[in-house]
């Protein structure tokens, strides 16, 4: 009798299910970006990312202990300066925000989770470009690569575990390990941002950092039709020593996530962005989606599209509700 294939049959019960999931999401594949705000007296949510703190120091230290204590996999930290200049000096700064915060962190919780930091200058630059300027109002490669190297020993020595540079700027991954290691940092990762796009899903992010930005980033993060220069640049960020690769955004970049894993010898990172978090948290409230359901089920596509690590701020409630949950039947 037809239909003798019955796929259903694997489907029946929730034992069965747990028995025969391809994928999983465990809290240690997460990582919570997380904001501190220099002179803030109290943490404050941020308008266009809802349940998302600008955190003061103390905020931040309670928050990370709470990350731990859920089982999150990492911390990637971005600082948010109360005054920015042209060349982003505070980002290299020993008490500049972020790394007065990482030393912060690193003195609270150790090697108890992984200590990461942004390595880029957009949130420090009075213009909100990921690099310094030319006098015709360029980013200049390379100008901004020895800054880079400045702010990642900063944050070596404040006590980052992984570096992550962002930036998209070409050599960045070789000019930091070399700044690195010339410092004695061999054992500092590097987690690169190798695949970044000019996405309009990075928009409640620039609340986020209060980005001075006027324009766009289009000069040299990439074109989102761009698929196979995406590979290329991984490719460049592997031979300049990269750690780990990272696919950023996570949702709507899932066929080169998935190109990715298919190839890369490192860990492969997906970022969740700020855009990706926002329309699931405002659809959320109003009813029109099941927010457990879809944050668990958007994280299990990431993993399924090959990521072994990703970067969402549902990650220490989403570890929480994953310790809570039967393996492999989160519906």
């Not at 266009?48 to 928050?63: C, E, I, K, N, Y």
């Not at 549902?314 to 509700?321: I, K, L, S």
Request: aromatic share 6%.
């Amino acid at each position: 009798m037809y239909p003798a294939v019955r796929p259903r049959r694997l489907r029946r019960n929730a034992a069965l299910r747990r028995l025969v999931s391809e994928t999983d999401v465990r809290p240690r594949h997460l990582v919570l970006p997380m904001f501190v705000h220099e002179g803030a007296s109290e943490p404050v949510e941020i308008p266009s990312m809802p349940g998302v703190l600008h955190h003061t120091r103390d905020s931040l230290r309670r928050a990370a202990v709470e990350a731990v204590r859920a089982g999150v996999g990492g911390l990637m930290l971005f600082g948010v300066p109360a005054e920015r200049d042209a060349s982003g000096s505070a980002a290299a700064d020993p008490e500049g925000v972020l790394n007065v915060a990482l030393r912060d962190l690193a003195s609270e919780i150790g090697d108890d989770t992984v200590l990461m930091a942004d390595t880029c200058l957009d949130e420090f630059t009075d213009h909100g470009h990921c690099g310094v300027l030319d006098d015709a109002g360029n980013v200049d490669n390379d100008r901004t690569l020895r800054l880079y190297g400045e702010m990642a020993l900063a944050q070596a020595e404040a006590g980052a575990h992984v570096l992550g540079p962002s930036g998209m700027m070409d050599g960045q991954i070789g000019a930091i390990r070399e700044s690195l290691d010339a410092a004695g940092f061999h054992e500092t990762s590097l987690f690169a941002y190798s695949a970044k796009y000019s996405s309009a899903f990075f928009g409640p992010f620039r609340d986020a950092v209060e980005s001075q930005l006027s324009g766009d980033r289009k000069t040299y993060q990439q074109d989102p039709a761009n698929g196979r220069e995406a590979r290329r640049e991984v490719e460049l960020d592997l031979a300049e020593g990269a750690d780990m690769v990272m696919i950023k955004p996570g949702m709507s970049y899932l066929d080169l996530v998935r190109q990715t894993a298919e190839t890369s010898p490192v860990p492969v990172g997906a970022y969740q962005v700020s855009g990706e978090y926002s329309m699931i948290e405002a659809a959320a409230e109003r009813g029109w989606l099941d927010r457990q359901r879809t944050v668990l089920e958007m994280l299990t596509s990431v993993r399924r599209a090959g990521a072994d690590i990703v970067l969402t701020y549902w990650a220490t409630q989403a570890a929480r509700w994953l310790r809570d949950e039967p393996a492999g039947d989160a519906s």
